[in-house]
């Protein structure tokens, strides 16, 4: 568990990062990432084998502000000569990384991500992250220091694009 206190508008709030069961996970993803599938659409087959965390108010353990489900799987065939050492590293990728509409830019998801991050590489071993991010949303990750690698590709009629980053 991880404590941490962000400025959001006038008033400073204490939020809690915890590991969390997968069903905890389910209602976030579905309003933020699918709201018009079914909900066991953002349910995932490996799920039970996931390590999920969640974000909460420390005043309230009720309903997460941010999720995120971390997975040991290797990322498909990196061909980029500058990354090709990282092929048959240990790997972890994270899916179904989802933040409340009013609580996104305020650092949560972005705490949430880092602490991913951290537990893929100490609880883990791993010494990759990855994932399958739309594509809009490249530059974030970029600014978190992940980077793209292979060609986009699409998930219905969204464009996705793989980013990674070093543990």
Request: include cysteine; hydrophobic fraction near 35%.
């Given at each position: 568990m991880s404590n941490l206190s962000l400025q959001l508008g006038s008033a400073r709030e204490s939020f809690v990062i915890t590991k969390i069961e997968v069903d905890k996970t389910i209602t976030l993803r579905h309003t933020v990432l699918w709201p018009h599938k079914p909900i066991s659409y953002v349910r995932l087959p490996e799920d039970d084998m996931g390590h999920h965390y969640a974000t909460f108010s420390s005043e309230s353990s009720i309903a997460p502000l941010a999720v995120i489900s971390v997975f040991l799987e290797?990322?498909?065939?990196?061909?980029?000569?500058?990354?090709?050492?990282?092929?048959?590293k240990p790997a972890a990728r994270f899916r179904k990384f989802?933040?409340?509409?009013?609580?996104?830019?305020?650092?949560i998801g972005t705490s949430l991500l880092r602490h991913a991050f951290?537990?893929?590489?100490?609880?883990?071993?791993?010494?990759?992250?990855?994932?399958?991010?739309?594509?809009?949303?490249?530059?974030w990750y970029e600014r978190r220091g992940m980077r793209a690698?292979?060609?986009?590709?699409?998930k219905g009629d969204?464009?996705?694009?793989k980013m990674l980053s070093v543990l």
């Open positions: 290797q990322p498909p065939g990196i061909h980029e000569p500058e990354l090709s050492e990282l092929n048959g989802a933040c409340q509409p009013e609580y996104q830019g305020q650092g951290e537990a893929a590489r100490a609880e883990l071993a791993c010494a990759v992250i990855w994932c399958d991010a739309r594509v809009e949303t490249k530059g690698f292979g060609n986009t590709f699409f969204i464009e996705y694009v």
